[in-house]
């Protein structure tokens, strides 16, 4: 009997211990574009990696997704629904879609937030069906009304298990509003309006108190937020939703940076930020 108390009492202090919440960036595939694409002022003759990935983050309360990055069907979405002239800008590598990285670690979702609800970033939502995905009301609409190349129609197809959420009028590191998914101050949404209606910006707090904010597309780029610098005039007007609004989101990074030089800010598609991370299965902790 004693050995199978000891291993019962490890067990359980093993439960107590593994508390620390940790995040891990799963890459799904990159797209080869030029530098002067990407960011105002950038090099024609400069090659830029747009990484496409999702975050992973396992929370003490919950395993969440922030958005879900290509997916097993993206084939079939980007040939069936994206213009054709938007097609040689657009493509992508090849793809491991989250999905399939995470079965093979028996990792189970409890929840899908969206930073937004473009392509490129829903596209994996159909292989996590049975999984609630969180977004603002203006998004949800967004994604029912807008057309390719910024929304594929087809993402949207399946019974989604949408859960709108709205924010308090708690101001946080800046922003007016937010929500704080867990009342623990360790995940915390703030709207960031203008690249679409219902952006969304995630401040990730680890146990050591080192901060990451993740900004979607209001950048593709970090450079974006240091200069601060608009996408390149052809880019932004395909993809950004409203410009004043998403300049001002610009600028407030960029602020918010000066003021917090600690804070580690991640744009959804920055390769190099991304790299200095290292992908899953590596976790930040
Ligand atoms: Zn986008």
């Known amino acids: 009997m004693r050995p199978l108390l000891f291993l019962l009492l490890l067990a359980i202090g093993g439960t107590t211990q593994a508390a620390g919440m940790r ?3 799963v890459k799904t595939a990159e797209t080869e574009t030029r530098d002067a694409f990407t960011i105002e002022g950038g090099a024609w003759t400069e090659k830029a990696i747009a990484n496409h990935v999702a975050v992973l983050i396992e929370h003490h309360a919950a395993t969440l997704l922030l958005d879900t990055s290509l997916g097993r069907q993206v084939d079939q ?3 069936s629904e994206m213009p054709w002239y938007d097609k040689p800008l657009l493509r992508y590598g090849k793809v491991t879609p989250v999905r399939d990285q995470l079965d093979r670690d028996g990792v189970q979702v ?3 937030l969206l930073t937004h609800s473009h392509w490129d970033h829903a596209s994996g939502l159909a292989d996590f069906p049975e999984v609630p995905v969180w977004a603002p009301y203006e998004e949800i ?4 009304i ?3 190349p910024a929304v594929l ?3 949207f197809a399946h019974a989604i298990r949408w859960m709108p959420f709205e924010y308090t009028n708690q101001p946080f590191m800046g922003f007016e509003q937010s929500l704080d998914l867990f009342g623990d101050g360790s995940l915390v949404l703030v709207p960031m309006v203008g690249h679409t209606p219902g952006s969304t910006g995630l401040f990730l707090t680890l146990d050591d108190g080192q901060r990451y904010f993740f900004t979607g597309d ?3 780029r970090l450079e974006g937020f240091t ?6 005039w052809i880019s932004r007007n395909m993809v950004d939703n409203d410009r004043d609004a998403t300049f001002k989101q610009l600028q407030r990074v960029h602020e918010l940076m000066r003021e917090d030089p600690a804070l580690i800010v991640v744009p959804a598609h920055d390769e190099t930020t991304q790299r200095s991370l290292g992908y899953y299965p590596n976790w930040i902790e």
Do not use: H, M, N, V
């Not at 609409?141 to 029912?144: G, L, V």
């Not at 200069?227 to 390149?232: A, C, S, T, V």
């Open 153 to 155: 129609p087809s993402q």
């Open 110 to 112: 409890d929840r899908i």
């Open 146 to 148: 807008a057309p390719p």
């Open 141 to 144: 609409e967004f994604s029912r």
């Open 227 to 232: 200069g601060p610098k608009e996408k390149f």
């Open 23 to 25: 995040f891990s960036l």
């Open 77 to 79: 979405q980007f040939e």
């Open 218 to 220: 209001t950048s593709w």
